[in-house]
């Protein structure tokens, strides 16, 4: 069985709001990330454009080996002094181990998504808001 990403969902200017049963998703100030963790248990974290990202985000691939096999489509956020921290997030790219380590002991990273745990939704492979739940990379509570 071949295992493959989707592309991430990304937002579109529109001339007007849609009507009906729509859901609305927060734009985070992160970077928009697919991770997915295989059948065989292998974790990737790839960006927008197809970038791997796991050598900047270890807690995040960490934290992803506990997940059922799933892909999730959400955002890496860092939060840092009471505010999100998108130059925390930068200082992530391109860095030796050592840096990224030093950078995620003074700012873990955290992986907001849409899915969420005991949602009919994750069963039934589809991201449905009126389902969600729980987050299951957070401890916190998810709030409709």
Request: proline residues 9%; aromatic residues 6%.
């Amino acid at each position: 069985m071949e295992w493959r990403l989707p592309d991430p969902m990304l937002a579109k200017a529109v001339e007007d709001l849609p009507t009906g049963p729509v859901a609305y998703e927060a734009k985070w100030d992160g970077f928009r990330a697919i991770i997915s963790r295989n059948p065989a248990g292998a974790v990737e974290i790839r960006s927008r454009q197809g970038t791997l990202l796991n050598s900047g985000f270890p807690e995040i691939t960490t934290a992803a080996r506990d997940l059922p096999p799933v892909i999730l489509d959400g955002e890496i956020v860092i939060w840092h002094d009471g505010r999100l921290a998108f130059e925390r997030l930068l200082r992530r790219l391109n860095r030796r181990p050592a840096s990224v380590e030093a950078e995620v002991r003074s700012s873990p990273a955290h992986f907001v998504t849409g899915v969420r745990t005991g949602s009919q939704a994750v069963g039934q492979g589809t991201n449905w808001p009126g389902s969600q739940v729980g987050d299951p990379c957070s401890s916190r509570p998810t709030r409709a």
